[in-house]
């Protein structure tokens, strides 16, 4: 596939010199903002999420004024509130060899040498200072006996640098945020818009200046200027309609804004995880997961027989796996991968169990699922042993299931989970338009192409609390403080062109929902961009996904009006967005020759059939450009460097 | 299964709102309710019908979006349970289920199923937090916290502010999401210093809004997700009633 390559290397802007040193020597190096000159300053943050609130509180406490957008009824129900394992930082309580530079390494291999050295260093520097912030605001992290901070290993990590409040971690640390955010709230530092909807970026003189939104209550179109549009709008996993996100998750707010110039970083780089209760039947709405944790003493099989699986003529899910004997089963992973068995990273987890279904032994409705078996556990551990560790997630499993996996092994199924790709941003979050900054999982930062467990907390917190407030102010401090005015053409275009894509989905009156149209994209782009890609089948969906946005576009039936809350119209607008991003996810997979962490191509595999990095051709980020609806988005290379991290090839054998 | 619906549709707030009945035959007990009525709002839409409007998100019983009466109780019958994580084989086969909004002064109605909840962020707004600057803080472990402690601020802490508490009680009072708040900081060593300004100042936003008053009914612990116990609600009126003694005497 050809595509038009931009002549000239983004940069990063990231410090010279050694790494230790660069934050410290940036910091001292950027301008700095008047304190008496910042409440002449206006920042809007989207999004209220870990990466939204904090930045948003923080920046309130600085003395900008600032507006604070979510589409939620109240900011305190971000979808950061469902992550449940833990934050990552290297406090090394354990005293088990943790350190700054042992987290950046693993995050830099993690992530399967495709991130930013720098920036990662500077996330395990300030993942220190986020666990004392969150402490100090009353978040009740799981303790020892003693007082002190517990910590457990999380994801395959050699340390225990993961902190953890039961399985409600990011609601925990959530709760912290907002209620920081609540305070600046209370003292009129921040206005905050809940249940307001962006809708499209403003630029104006090439700066990003405002946003135009929708109120979802009145549906009233509004404008907002400011002096620094900040992004934190989170992940677009929703793409494939089915996933562990939140039902709200979009991609609407970092699309409108690469649509109006900002480069979009890496989409193709998606995280599937490998534990999460497969799908029950059509009706399915989202899918469960099953903290990862469970792999410490779950094992992974299926039946050597097809004939014990999933049956489609009578919808039998599969033989009952009690009864069957050892020598029926095929313990895939353990038999792959003997030194780390069941525990291999997410990624491999998820491609074989994918392979074991394809082969004909799923054993879920569809075929489309593998058994994690606690039998050896409950027989090692006790019924009361297992519970103790697993107690709540058993629990959960049952309630949606029906199963008791203390007695049947538990049905699991790999499912869309995180984006690591998301809007192009330097070393100070800031994206190639000017006073535009993007922070949490919707920027493309510092996982490279796989996030490790427990980082994706530790990154939105980082950004918002400890590197945002900072390197925002070297852009203010250079542009200065001006009048703040939506009574102009550039934010008039825009409001027109939302309102005319409301009235064009309103005038829409074919005879299918807008779900059909977002399952059916889900379901393609699940099938040949999801957790094993090639050629052919990118191809097609390429070709595919312009001809279901034109059905879309004369099927698809939006009833209401525009006054009021209408939840069709809300889900129209997002599933619209999805059906012209989900061209560019392809593109960048179709484009980018090699495997490497999330990213599976078929036609790059080692003999074991592991994915095989092209270090030579592909080290690099690939941002793209929009250009018009008709024509090929331009490829901006970042070229990654690697002076601190030796790059091998992952392998888990 | 087959199941029949009676559904509070209301077009806004000052709509007077009637129930509506719809009857599905092809409902399957692995369906959650929500999903159950994703397919009844699917065939509405595609008939250029408005469907109901109902609020969720995360589908996963944490983020408190969603809720409403299901035959009378928050978020229906079985116990701890988010009306998300409600699923049909709970329901008899031919069951007809009645479904209609919070009803509480303290959350009006906005459409159909989706009530005004925001009187919950202005009682956080009031103190719900610990007065701390990003950065200022000590480390982490300067100040240990016993287990014992650290696991009852977090039992509180668990709140996911979805309002059942509210919705059962019968003077719709807000003590137990108040108390939940209050307990959880107002038990930790860091949340010593605003303790007693804190309550007295969340107590009062509370009775600011349109929430009634606690008479110890305790149906709010009975349907409340998280299972939060009524402790915080003492808890709550001894913290108070010493704030309003040493807020006065200092
Ligand atoms: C089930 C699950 C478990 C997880 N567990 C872990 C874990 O254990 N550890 C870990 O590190 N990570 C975990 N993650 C990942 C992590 O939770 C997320 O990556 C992270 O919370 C994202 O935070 P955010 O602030 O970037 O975005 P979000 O929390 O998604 O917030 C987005 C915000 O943007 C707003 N918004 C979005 N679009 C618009 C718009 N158009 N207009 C206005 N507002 C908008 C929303 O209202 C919301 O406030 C988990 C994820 C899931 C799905
Ligand atoms: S939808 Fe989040 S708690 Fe039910």
Redesign the interface.
């Known amino acids: 596939m050809q595509v038009q390559v931009a002549d000239t290397p983004l940069q990063s802007n990231a410090p010279t010199g050694d790494i230790r040193t660069a934050w410290d020597r940036h910091r001292f190096d950027i301008k700095v903002v008047n304190p008496a000159n910042k409440r002449k300053y206006t920042v809007i943050v989207v999004g209220s999420g870990l990466a939204g609130a904090s930045a948003a509180a923080t920046l309130a406490e600085l003395g900008y004024n600032v507006l604070c957008f979510c589409f939620q009824d109240s900011p305190r129900r971000a979808h950061s509130i469902a992550a449940q394992g833990g934050i990552n930082a290297a406090k090394n309580y354990q005293n088990d060899g943790d350190s700054i530079w042992r987290l950046f390494y693993d995050t830099v291999k993690g992530g399967d040498y495709r991130a930013r050295e720098s920036n990662v260093y500077r996330l395990a520097q300030v993942s220190v200072n986020i666990i004392d912030q969150a402490v100090g605001q009353g978040v009740p992290f799981a303790r020892e006996y003693g007082g002190m901070l517990a910590n457990r290993s999380f994801g395959g990590a050699l340390v225990s640098r993961t902190f953890y409040a039961r399985g409600q971690t990011g609601q925990q640390l959530l709760l912290g945020a907002y209620q920081a955010l609540s305070r600046q709230i209370a003292d009129g530092n921040v206005t905050m818009f809940p249940r307001t909807e962006m809708l499209d970026l403003v630029i104006q003189d090439g700066h990003a200046r405002g946003i135009v939104t929708r109120n979802l209550m009145s549906g009233k179109l509004e404008s907002y200027c400011a002096d620094a549009v900040v992004l934190g709008s989170g992940g677009y996993s929703n793409v494939f309609y089915l996933s562990t996100n939140a039902m709200g998750c979009n991609v609407t707010a970092a699309w409108r804004a690469a649509k109006r110039g900002a480069y979009f970083a890496n989409p193709c780089y998606t995280q599937i995880h490998p534990t999460c209760i497969p799908v029950g039947g059509s009706y399915q709405s989202k899918l469960t997961l099953m903290s990862e944790s469970l792999r410490n003493d779950g094992r992974v099989w299926v039946p050597k027989d097809p004939k014990h699986c999933w049956d489609e003529g009578s919808g039998r899910l599969g033989a009952d796996p009690t009864t069957l004997g050892t020598e029926q089963r095929d313990y895939y992973l353990e038999r792959r991968y003997p030194t780390f068995g069941n525990l291999v990273p997410r990624d491999v987890a998820s491609r074989a169990a994918k392979m074991a279904c394809d082969e004909g032994k799923g054993v879920a409705f569809g075929g489309r699922g593998v058994y994690l078996d606690f039998a050896e556990a409950v027989g090692r551990l006790g019924k009361d042993g297992v519970a103790e560790r697993y107690g709540n997630l058993f629990e959960m499993y049952q309630r949606i299931t029906g199963d008791d996996p203390y007695s049947t092994p538990m049905r699991i199924y790999p499912a869309p989970h995180y984006t690591m790709g998301g809007l192009w941003v330097d070393y100070n979050l800031q994206s190639n338009v000017p006073g535009l900054f993007v922070i949490g999982e919707a920027n493309f930062s510092d996982h490279g192409s796989n996030r490790l467990g427990a980082s994706a907390l530790m990154q939105g917190l980082a950004d918002g609390y400890f590197v945002l407030p900072y390197t925002i102010g070297h852009y203010l401090a250079q542009v200065g403080a001006r009048p703040k005015s939506t009574e102009s053409s550039d934010f008039k275009a825009a409001e027109d062109a939302a309102e005319g894509r409301i009235k064009k989905l309103l005038g829409m009156s074919g005879t299918k929902s807008v779900d059909s149209f977002h399952r059916e994209l889900g379901l393609k782009v699940w099938e040949h961009c999801g957790m094993a890609r090639t050629r052919e089948g990118l191809t097609e969906l390429l070709g595919e996904i312009p001809k279901l946005r034109e059905r879309f576009w004369s099927e698809v039936n939006v009833p209401g009006n525009d006054r009021g809350v209408n939840q069709s119209l809300e889900r129209a607008g997002r599933v619209a967005d999805f059906l012209e991003f989900a061209e560019v996810l392809a593109l960048d997979a179709l484009t980018r020759e090699e495997s490497c962490g999330g990213h599976f191509r078929v036609e790059h595999q080692t003999e074991g059939g592991e994915a095989k990095r092209n270090d030579e051709d592909f080290s690099f980020v690939s941002a793209w450009e929009y250009t018009g609806e008709d024509s090929q988005p331009v490829l901006h290379k970042e070229p990654l460097d690697f002076e601190y991290v030796k790059l091998t090839q992952r392998s888990y054998k | 299964m087959k199941i029949t619906l009676n559904v509070w549709r209301q077009n806004?707030p000052n709509d007077k709102g009637r129930f509506e009945t719809y009857v599905r035959t092809d409902v399957?007990?692995?369906?959650?309710f929500?999903?159950?009525l994703?397919?009844v709002?699917?065939?509405?839409?595609?008939?250029?019908?408005?469907?109901i409007?109902f609020?969720?998100?995360?589908?996963?019983?944490?983020?408190?979006?969603c809720g409403f009466m299901i035959n009378g109780v928050p978020h229906g019958h079985r116990a701890r349970?988010t009306t998300c994580?409600l699923?049909m084989?709970e329901f008899k086969d031919g069951a007809e289920i009645t479904i209609e909004p919070f009803r509480a002064k303290g959350f009006p109605v906005?459409?159909d199923l989706?009530v005004?909840?925001?009187a919950?962020?202005r009682i956080?707004?009031?103190g719900?937090?610990?007065?701390?600057?990003?950065?200022?803080?000590?480390?982490?472990?300067a100040?240990?916290?016993?287990?014992e402690i650290?696991?009852q601020?977090?039992d509180a802490?668990?709140c996911?502010?979805c309002g059942a508490c509210v919705a059962s009680c019968p003077n719709a009072a807000a003590m137990l999401f108040t108390g939940a708040k209050l307990s959880?900081?107002n038990l930790?060593p860091?949340?010593q210093p605003e303790r007693y300004q804190r309550t007295q100042d969340m107590v009062t936003a509370m009775d600011a809004e349109d929430f009634g008053h606690c008479s110890n009914f305790g149906e709010c612990t009975v349907v409340c997700p998280k299972g939060i116990s009524l402790d915080v609600i003492a808890q709550m009126n001894r913290d108070h009633l010493r704030a309003q003694w040493k807020l006065r005497s200092s």
Do not use: W
């Not at chain 2, 709002?41 to 469907?51: A, H, I, V």
């Not at chain 2, 937090?129 to 982490?140: E, K, M, N, W």
């Open positions: 806004g399957s007990e692995h369906m959650s929500l999903e159950m994703d397919v709002n699917d065939d509405l839409e595609s008939q250029g019908k408005e469907p409007v609020e969720h998100d995360c589908r996963e019983g944490i983020c408190g979006a349970t994580q699923h084989r906005v459409k989706m005004d909840r925001s919950f962020d956080i707004q009031a719900g937090y610990i007065s701390i600057r990003t950065g200022s803080t000590v480390d982490a472990n100040t240990p916290i016993g287990k650290a696991d601020a977090f802490a668990t996911i502010g959880h900081l930790m860091q949340g």
